[in-house]
């Protein structure tokens, strides 16, 4: 076990003294402990591979006024001739 001077900035430490009055642990023991977490989620968002394929949800857009086979006819609708 090494000892080492941190020197925090006021913020920080305001933190960490909130989180030491709600968990009743020791100063010592919520910095290590957070340490560790922040190194742990950090090590594994490098391996950790997406758990879930993301989603959309179909929405309704109101009844098909045009029935678009391509994405030039979109165009046309949309734009005109203009798009050429």
Same mark, same amino acid.
């Given at each position: 076990? %090494?000892?080492? !001077?941190? !020197?925090?900035?006021?913020?920080?430490?305001?933190?960490?003294?909130?989180?030491?009055?709600? !968990? %009743?642990?020791?100063? /010592?023991?919520?910095?290590?402990? =957070?340490?560790?977490?922040?190194?742990? +989620? +950090?090590? %594994?968002? +490098?391996?950790? /591979? &997406?758990?879930?394929?993301?989603?959309?949800? &179909? =929405?309704? @857009?109101?009844?098909?006024?045009?029935?678009?086979?391509?994405? @030039?006819?979109?165009?046309? =609708?949309?734009? %005109?001739? @203009?798009?050429?």
């Amino acid at each position: 076990m %090494g000892r080492h !001077t941190l !020197t925090l900035d006021e913020d920080v430490e305001n933190l960490l003294d909130e989180e030491q009055k709600e !968990t %009743g642990r020791s100063f /010592k023991a919520v910095v290590n402990d =957070l340490l560790r977490e922040v190194r742990q +989620r +950090r090590l %594994g968002d +490098r391996k950790r /591979k &997406p758990s879930r394929r993301y989603e959309i949800k &179909p =929405l309704s @857009a109101g009844r098909v006024r045009h029935e678009v086979v391509s994405v @030039a006819e979109a165009l046309e =609708l949309a734009e %005109g001739d @203009a798009f050429r």
